[in-house]
C-alpha cells in the first residue's frame, strides 16, 4: 500500500492567493482528517470526515478554510484567500477503526 | 489548562538508557494515541490503546484509564529514537485532541 498520499509537499504562494491541498487516503478506510501543524500550536486538527461526510469541522479556523471529500479516494483542504499567518505544515490522515496513518504533509508557506 | 498534557517536554538521554514520557489527560476517552515524529517531519503511529498495556518491539505504552495516564516507555534507547513523541486522545464525542510532545534526543 502506498500510505497516504498528499501532494504538493512544498507550496508557497503569497498572500491573497487560493491554495488547494490534496490527500488520497488508504484504499478502504473510511475516516479521513485534517491537521495543521506550526511551532506555536503544534499539532491541531483542522476537520474530519467519516465516510466522506464532514462529522466535525470545529477546527477549521475561518471562512477562508474549507474541506471537501467528493468520493472515498481524493479529499482537498482550500484556504481562500491565504494569510501569511496560515504558513504551517498541513498533514491528512486516514484509518479504519485503527491506529492513524498520515501523509507525509503539505509545507505551506504565505509570503 | 490544556486537556492532554505531555511530560517531559525536552528530554536528553544517553543511549542505552531507558527512557519513559507521560501523558495525562482530563476528558473522557475512547482512545489514546502514541505518534512519533522524525526531524524530516513524518508522524508515525506508534500505539492505539484503550486500555492495558502494547509492546512493539522496545517500545511498550500503558494506560490507566482510572488515573487517565498514559506512559511510553523505550528500553534500550538508541540515536535513532531520537524524534518528537505526541499524545493524542480521541474523546468522548469524538475529537483528537495532541499533547504538546516531547522532544528526544538520544546521544551516542
Known amino acids: 500500500d502506498a500510505g497516504v498520499i498528499q501532494s504538493p509537499r512544498h507550496e508557497v504562494t503569497e498572500m491573497g492567493q487560493e491554495v488547494t491541498l490534496r490527500c488520497k487516503p488508504i484504499?478502504?478506510?473510511?475516516?479521513l482528517f485534517w491537521y495543521r501543524q506550526t511551532m506555536m500550536r503544534g499539532l491541531e486538527l483542522l476537520i474530519y470526515?467519516?465516510?466522506?461526510?464532514?462529522?466535525?469541522d470545529s477546527g477549521m479556523p475561518e471562512d477562508r478554510f474549507s474541506a471537501k471529500m467528493p468520493n472515498a479516494s481524493f479529499s482537498t483542504l482550500k484556504i481562500q484567500p491565504s494569510e501569511p499567518r496560515d504558513s504551517a505544515v498541513y498533514f491528512c490522515?486516514?484509518?479504519?477503526?485503527?491506529?492513524?496513518?498520515f501523509g507525509n504533509g503539505t509545507r505551506l508557506t504565505v509570503t | 489548562k490544556n486537556e492532554v498534557e505531555q511530560s517531559p517536554q525536552n528530554l536528553t538521554a544517553q543511549e542505552g538508557e531507558f527512557i519513559t514520557i507521560n501523558c495525562s489527560y482530563s476528558?473522557?476517552?475512547?482512545?489514546l494515541h502514541w505518534l512519533q515524529q522524525h526531524p524530516g517531519g513524518g508522524i508515525v503511529s506508534l500505539f492505539m490503546?484503550?486500555?492495558g498495556k502494547k509492546k512493539h518491539g522496545r517500545l511498550i505504552a500503558t494506560i490507566n484509564i482510572q488515573e487517565k495516564h498514559s506512559s511510553l516507555h523505550i528500553t534500550a534507547s538508541h540515536p535513532r529514537d531520537s524524534a518528537v513523541y505526541i499524545c493524542?486522545?480521541?474523546?468522548?464525542?469524538?475529537?483528537?485532541?495532541f499533547g504538546k510532545g516531547t522532544r528526544l534526543h538520544i546521544l551516542p
Open positions: 484504499s478502504g478506510h473510511n475516516s
Open positions: 493524542a486522545v480521541r474523546s468522548g464525542d469524538d475529537k483528537i485532541i
Open positions: 470526515f467519516n465516510n466522506n461526510v464532514p462529522i466535525d
Open positions: 476528558v473522557g476517552i475512547s482512545a
Open positions: 490522515a486516514s484509518s479504519l477503526y485503527s491506529p492513524l496513518h
Open positions: 490503546l484503550s486500555s
